[in-house]
């Protein structure tokens, strides 16, 4: 439950979100930390307008690669990274 209504609103007080998940606050926090500890959240982050960062268009790309070779995906990795412009890169198989 903690997962999913931080996914909703991930800026809500823990106040509020042991409220809402039925804990009590310092029972709340300590999950938040083993979540965050362990890698299950992995951040919080805010998702900004496209047009306030000046991108006027959204392109969906399709690349084929010679193959799925670690060396073949590490430097592809490694090229897409020093775009600037791409912002999101997903292997689909």
């Known amino acids: 439950a903690i997962l999913e209504t931080l996914q909703k609103d991930g800026r809500m007080p823990n106040a509020a979100l042991a409220e809402k998940v039925g804990l009590s606050q310092s029972a709340c926090s300590r999950r938040l930390d083993n979540l965050e500890k362990s890698g299950t959240i992995r951040g919080y982050h805010a998702r900004l307008s496209n047009a306030a960062l000046g991108h006027q268009m959204t392109a969906i790309v399709h690349i084929s690669l010679s ?27």
Do not use: W, Y
């Not at 193959?67 to 020093?82: H, N, P, V, W, Y």
């Open 67 to 93: 193959g799925q070779f670690e060396k073949t995906l590490s430097d592809f990795e490694a090229a897409i990274k020093r775009c600037p412009n791409v912002l999101s890169c997903h292997l689909m198989s």
